[in-house]
């Protein structure tokens, strides 16, 4: 399976009214109140940048490739680079935010940034760039 045939039949799931799931990009109607996604993330290029190279990102990307295989971890990296602007791009975030009826999200650091290996001043570096990343998220005017 390619990444395409994985993502094309993805489906986006409301609670409440919507009685089915609905198709990636398919607008909906809006609800008489604010809808709030609690569970979205953000990836921060910039993060990749200092730990490029670190001996612990080295040896968790041997580790995720053993553990997920080769087609699975092929996937997974054609996956990512079509997902990257969702996770990164403001502007293409309001624009699916708006498609699905979502008024506010509640962002964290995307999960393959949580660099658990990284010791304590690494970690205060990566906290604080994905922190100055988000915050630039923090509003949009409606």
């Known amino acids: 399976m390619t990444a395409v045939e ?11 009214c919507q009685a089915q799931p609905v198709r990636r990009g398919t607008q909906v109607l809006r609800l008489p109140f604010r809808t709030v996604d609690v569970h979205c993330h953000a990836f921060t290029p910039s993060v990749e940048d200092i730990v490029a190279g670190h ?5 968790e990307f041997a580790s995720n490739r053993e553990a997920l295989g080769e087609e699975a971890f092929r996937i997974n990296a054609s996956l990512s680079q ?39 001043d690494l970690a205060r570096t ?5 922190n100055d990343q988000n915050s630039g998220h923090l509003w949009r005017p409606t």
């Open 82 to 120: 079509q997902l990257t602007p969702q996770l990164m791009d403001i502007d293409c975030r309001i624009k699916d935010m708006d498609a699905m009826g979502v008024d506010i999200q509640a962002i964290s650091p995307s999960p393959i940034q949580c660099y658990y290996w990284a010791e304590p």
């Open 55 to 59: 001996p612990g990102k080295i040896a």
């Open 6 to 16: 994985a993502t094309d039949g993805a489906l986006l799931h409301r609670c409440g």
């Open 126 to 130: 990566i906290v604080s760039r994905q």
